[in-house]
Every structure is written in structure tokens, then in C-alpha cells.
């Protein structure tokens, strides 16, 4: 057995190894053969492929591009459109704040209407106020009607208000000139008026002097004590 096992290496390492590899290469050659075939024959099939291979990738890229292009675009409109959702947020939050402060200012103007109507009503027989309606009156009669005097004041005040912007679109349609030449005339009579009402009151200011040292000179001599 010894023997044996012994002479085995020995036989091995006497084959040369040049016959070793053509025996492993006709080996393997031939499992080559028997199991697989060669896919090209020419050397152009590679290039066509890859030449069909690059020509069904090129949409597909096109269409990522386009994707990309698509999604920059959604992205930039999404962004404006959040821009401009909050600059309109802003401005009617603060439409809403001018809003609140008019309404704020309303009811203060209300508040203050209802107290003076309360003050007038407990002021009926206030002196100033007998004065205005007294004034409004002769404006009316001098100016309106003179013979219609069964109507409120506040009604002879729209009266009147309506005469003035009446007065106010004929001058609007009126001659420059003319309505120059009115409004001097109109300076010169207050000026002329003042000077009257000037004078008549140094008058009245003199006869009262006049009196008063009238009553000085007449009065009695004040006894010596």
C-alpha cells in the first residue's frame, strides 16, 4: 500500500506540463462548445446594439428633461402663487383693520350724536339755539319764500342748501369775467357795509360817552366830609 501511494506523485510529476495544459485547454474548449454558443458573429452587432440601445434611451431622456422642465415650472408657480396669496392676505388684513377703525370711529360718532340730541331736547329753550333757528328763518323768508314759514328748521336748511348749490352750478356755467366783475362787486358792498356798520357803532360807542359825562356833569356835588 505504502508502495503504492508512493508512486502515484511520482507518475504525476514525470507529465510534462506543456501536456497538461494543451489536455486542460482541449478540456475546457470542449465544454465550451458543448454548452455555449457564440452570440456575435460580426463585429458590427455590438455597435448596433448599443446604436438601438442609445436610440431607446433618447425619449426616455427627452421625456425626463421635459419632466425636470415640468417640475421647475409647477415649483415656480406654486412659489408665486404663495407670494401673491400672502401679499392679498396682507393687504385685506389690513382693509379689515381700516374697516374695524371706521366702524370703531361710526359708533363714536353715533355716541356723540345721541348725547348732543339728548343735551338739545333737555335744552329746548336754550338762548343760542332760539338765536340759529331765528337766523335760519329770516335767511329763508329773505331768500326762499317769504310767506312760507309753517315748515321745520331743518326742513328751511335743506331749503337752502339746495338754493346755494343751484347758485353755485349756474356760476360754474357762468362767464369768467362776468363772474369776476360779480365777486368785486360783491368785496366792494361788504366793504361798504363794514364801514357802515364801523361807523355806527363809533356812534353808538360816542353818544354813550356823551351820556355818561352828561350824567357826570349833572350829577350833585358829593358833600365834604
Do not use: W
Not at 478540456?27 to 457564440?38: C, H, P
Not at 360754474?172 to 366792494?188: G, I, L, P, T
Amino acid at each position: 500500500m505504502l508502495e503504492i501511494e508512493n508512486n502515484q506523485p511520482s507518475e504525476l510529476m514525470s507529465i510534462p506540463n506543456e501536456q497538461i495544459d494543451i489536455e486542460f485547454y482541449n478540456d475546457s474548449r470542449t465544454i465550451t462548445n458543448e454548452n455555449y454558443s457564440v452570440y456575435f458573429t460580426k463585429p458590427e452587432q455590438l455597435l448596433d446594439i448599443f446604436t438601438e440601445m442609445e436610440e431607446k434611451s433618447l425619449p426616455l431622456v427627452e421625456k425626463s428633461q421635459y419632466t425636470s422642465e415640468l417640475l421647475d415650472s409647477i415649483h415656480s408657480t406654486i412659489k408665486n402663487t404663495i407670494s401673491e396669496q400672502n401679499h392679498e392676505v396682507e393687504q385685506l388684513k389690513i382693509k379689515v383693520n381700516q374697516l374695524e377703525e371706521s366702524i370703531k370711529q361710526e359708533i363714536e360718532r353715533e355716541i356723540s350724536c345721541q348725547n348732543i340730541l339728548t343735551q338739545c331736547k333737555n335744552e329746548k329753550n336754550d338762548p343760542l339755539i332760539e338765536q340759529i333757528k331765528n337766523t335760519i328763518e329770516i335767511l329763508y323768508k329773505n331768500h326762499i319764500i317769504s310767506d312760507d314759514m309753517g315748515i321745520s328748521t331743518i326742513h328751511m336748511l335743506q331749503t337752502i342748501e339746495n338754493k346755494i348749490k343751484s347758485l353755485l352750478n349756474i356760476i360754474e356755467h357762468m362767464d369768467s369775467s362776468a363772474v369776476m366783475e360779480a365777486e368785486k362787486f360783491r368785496e366792494n358792498s361788504i366793504r361798504t357795509i363794514e364801514r357802515q356798520e364801523k361807523i355806527r357803532q363809533e356812534k353808538v360807542i360816542n353818544e354813550l360817552r356823551h351820556k355818561k359825562t352828561l350824567l357826570r356833569t349833572s350829577a350833585p356835588p358829593y358833600p365834604k366830609v
